[in-house]
RNA sequence: GGGCCAUUAGCUCAGUUGGCAGAGCACCUGACUUUUAAUCAGGGUGUCCUAGGUUCGAAUCCUAGAUGGCUCACCA
């Protein structure tokens, strides 16, 4: 504590002096419930009816002009800032004093007339102030403001004070998830919740985070997907379900990746994915109407309609379109894998066509596909949960939506045959004995759920983080998540 | 994990060929009763990311490391 003392710098001691002089005059620094009758933005949105008229607002102080007798300040709060004038003859010498102690950054409670200055700023004219809280760190540059990345992730409280428009994202965030509950909510699906912590993390390809539950001794994942529990309660007679939540994958970061992320999975007994289509598209753009006010959004400076219906194109027509390779011309493993080395592909000999026909894909067209498309029909080495087309069992009923070059949605005719599945299970376990640790493991409960019967069913899973960028115009996931995964800093922070 | 780049005052940033560490804002002292990037007069507050090395001398050059950014790989 001492020590801690010592490493203070001046700028910090300065303000822990103000605050001990402000007790040693019997004002307490740091304050009881306030309550404020209107925020800022309100003041100056209603200033014809409230000139004159006396009002409690209460802030944090964003900038100081002191002129002797008089001082002028800006007080900021959730709503926007307003300007407030203190005058020696209005708040009494004693109470003027006071206010020396105050420093930027400091939170105060302030009632007075509202009125407008010479220059017509709407303003109030304190008659009386309150100290709140006492803030001891000062606030980054005023017109600058905080820049330094780093700074602004590890430190985000400081953000949100002094980055309007991070502010803005983030309460656009929550509006755009308050608005895809109440859509969901209103064409009648229910809301549930399943384990985040399992003893087997499937529904995904991707590597878990592990656990230990010390009472049983065991080792538990965080999930990967809501999917699998998700499809237990279809069997269970729940005939429309979502889940928003928290998803967890032990994987790399990097600006469209976070260790952790939200997704909203919904589930729908006696549909198919076409009806998954029609929830995407309406989904995606209601939200964007309920929370911006329009269906068309700008996205680094390039226009995009969400209005449906969206284009369906099938992932053999998209790869032709994009790489120029017909797949509906290839019809075996060898010929794709010569049309890949043609392409310039570098992959394994021996990669089934349905793998090959993806990666086509996923070099060629996924970074192409700006505008809202949905691409269907996926082939079945990388879709092991989705129902195999009636016509061509290389493929299944599954699409991807796809905007700005991202996935957005993902969604399928779900596998309801459990011998089916269990074989899926199996290739996928192929798979990991052979070094994928991606791969599915076996889930003999939820085959267990499958044999009781599950009717057809759509499933669809958006990732929420994407679709808040896309709707809010930030190109770093780290910009739509509050509190980023960090490296914490040598010595600990 | 690879490559490239960055790290200097509370914040935003300069810093030449290796020669005493700089500016603006913030802050401190004083003046000022309608200012608003208030103004005026004065004041530099520092582990130059860390540890080594080269050198008479290092913010600057070299090596290793830390953190971050971009990118490739990875990742539906």
């Given at each position: 504590?001492?020590?801690?003392?010592?490493?203070?710098?001046?700028?910090?001691?300065?303000?822990?002096?103000?605050?001990?002089?402000?007790?040693?005059?019997?004002?307490?620094?740091?304050?009881?419930?306030?309550?404020?009758?209107?925020?800022?933005?309100?003041?100056?949105?209603?200033?014809?009816?409230?000139?004159?008229?006396?009002?409690?607002?209460?802030?944090?102080?964003?900038?100081?002009?002191?002129?002797?007798?008089?001082?002028?300040?800006?007080?900021?709060?959730?709503?926007?800032?307003?300007?407030?004038?203190?005058?020696?003859?209005?708040?009494?010498?004693?109470?003027?004093?006071?206010?020396?102690?105050?420093?930027?950054?400091?939170?105060?409670?302030?009632?007075?007339?509202?009125?407008?200055?010479?220059?017509?700023?709407?303003?109030?004219?304190?008659?009386?102030?309150?100290?709140?809280?006492?803030?001891?760190?000062?606030?980054?540059?005023?017109?600058?403001?905080?820049?330094?990345?780093?700074?602004?992730?590890?430190?985000?409280?400081?953000?949100?004070?002094?980055?309007?428009?991070?502010?803005?994202?983030?309460?656009?965030?929550?509006?755009?998830?308050?608005?895809?509950?109440?859509?969901?909510?209103?064409?009648?699906?229910?809301?549930?919740e399943t384990p985040i912590m399992q003893t087997i993390a499937g529904g995904a390809l991707a590597r878990p985070f592990v656990t230990h539950h010390n009472?049983l001794d065991i080792k538990l994942f965080l999930r990967i997907a809501t999917e699998l529990h998700?499809?237990?309660?279809?069997?269970?007679?729940?005939?429309?379900?979502?889940e928003?939540g928290r998803i967890f994958r032990n994987e790399g970061i990097s600006?469209i990746h976070n260790p952790e992320f939200t997704s909203?999975e919904?589930?729908?007994?006696?549909?198919?994915?076409?009806?998954?289509?029609?929830?995407?598209?309406?989904?995606?753009?209601?939200?964007?109407?309920?929370?911006?006010?329009?269906?068309?959004?700008?996205?680094?400076?390039?226009?995009?309609?969400?209005?449906?219906?969206?284009?369906?194109?099938?992932?053999?027509?998209?790869?032709?379109?994009?790489?120029?390779?017909?797949?509906?011309?290839?019809?075996?493993?060898?010929?794709?894998?010569?049309?890949?080395?043609?392409?310039?592909?570098?992959?394994?000999?021996?990669?089934?066509?349905?793998?090959?026909?993806?990666?086509?894909?996923?070099?060629?067209?996924?970074?192409?596909?700006?505008?809202?498309?949905?691409?269907?029909?996926?082939?079945?080495?990388?879709?092991?949960?989705?129902?195999?087309?009636?016509?061509?069992?290389?493929?299944?009923?599954?699409?991807?939506?796809?905007?700005?070059?991202?996935?957005?949605?993902?969604?399928?005719?779900?596998?309801?045959?459990?011998?089916?599945?269990?074989?899926?299970?199996?290739?996928?376990?192929?798979?990991r004995?052979?070094?994928d640790d991606e791969a599915h493991v076996?889930d003999?409960?939820?085959?267990?759920?499958?044999?009781?019967?599950?009717?057809?069913?759509?499933?669809?899973g958006?990732g929420i983080d994407?679709?808040?960028?896309?709707?809010?115009?930030?190109?770093?996931i780290r910009?739509?998540i509050?509190f980023p995964t960090l490296k914490p800093?040598?010595?600990?922070?």
């Amino acid at each position: 504590m001492e020590q801690e003392q010592q490493q203070l710098n001046e700028l910090l001691m300065i303000r822990r002096r103000k605050l001990e002089e402000l007790r040693n005059r019997g004002v307490e620094p740091f304050g009881q419930k306030f309550e404020a009758d209107y925020y800022s933005a309100d003041i100056i949105g209603n200033f014809d009816t409230l000139e004159s008229r006396e009002v409690t607002v209460a802030g944090r102080l964003i900038s100081i002009r002191s002129h002797g007798k008089a001082a002028f300040a800006h007080l900021q709060d959730y709503r926007g800032q307003i300007q407030i004038y203190l005058r020696q003859d209005q708040v009494g010498e004693e109470q003027y004093e006071i206010f020396d102690f105050v420093d930027i950054g400091d939170f105060i409670g302030v009632v007075g007339d509202v009125f407008k200055t010479r220059k017509g700023e709407v303003t109030v004219n304190v008659k009386k102030y309150t100290y709140l809280a006492k803030a001891l760190r000062p606030l980054p540059e005023k017109w600058h403001g905080l820049k330094d990345i780093e700074l602004r992730y590890r430190q985000r409280y400081v953000d949100l004070i002094v980055n309007e428009e991070v502010k803005q994202t983030f309460i656009d965030r929550s509006r755009i998830i308050s608005a895809m509950r109440e859509l969901l909510n209103e064409w009648g699906f229910l809301e549930v919740e399943t384990p985040i912590m399992q003893t087997i993390a499937g529904g995904a390809l991707a590597r878990p985070f592990v656990t230990h539950h010390n009472a049983l001794d065991i080792k538990l994942f965080l999930r990967i997907a809501t999917e699998l529990h998700l499809k237990r309660l279809l069997v269970g007679g729940l005939d429309k379900v979502y889940e928003i939540g928290r998803i967890f994958r032990n994987e790399g970061i990097s600006t469209i990746h976070n260790p952790e992320f939200t997704s909203v999975e919904i589930y729908q007994n006696y549909a198919d994915y076409e009806d998954m289509m029609k929830i995407t598209e309406n989904l995606v753009c209601q939200i964007a109407q309920k929370v911006f006010g329009t269906g068309k959004i700008s996205f680094q400076g390039k226009e995009v309609d969400l209005t449906p219906p969206w284009p369906r194109e099938t992932m053999i027509d998209v790869v032709r379109k994009y790489s120029g390779v017909d797949f509906s011309q290839i019809s075996d493993d060898q010929s794709a894998f010569e049309a890949a080395r043609k392409a310039g592909l570098e992959l394994d000999k021996g990669l089934p066509w349905g793998e090959v026909l993806y990666l086509f894909f996923e070099e060629f067209c996924e970074e192409q596909l700006l505008d809202p498309i949905f691409v269907t029909e996926f082939p079945i080495e990388v879709s092991p949960l989705a129902k195999k087309l009636p016509s061509d069992p290389r493929l299944t009923l599954r699409f991807e939506g796809f905007i700005a070059g991202w996935e957005i949605a993902n969604a399928f005719t779900e596998l309801n045959d459990p011998i089916d599945q269990r074989e899926r299970f199996e290739q996928q376990l192929g798979k990991r004995e052979a070094g994928d640790d991606e791969a599915h493991v076996m889930d003999n409960d939820f085959i267990n759920a499958l044999e009781h019967g599950m009717p057809p069913a759509g499933g669809l899973g958006i990732g929420i983080d994407r679709l808040v960028m896309l709707l809010t115009d930030n190109i770093s996931i780290r910009d739509v998540i509050l509190f980023p995964t960090l490296k914490p800093r040598a010595g600990g922070e």
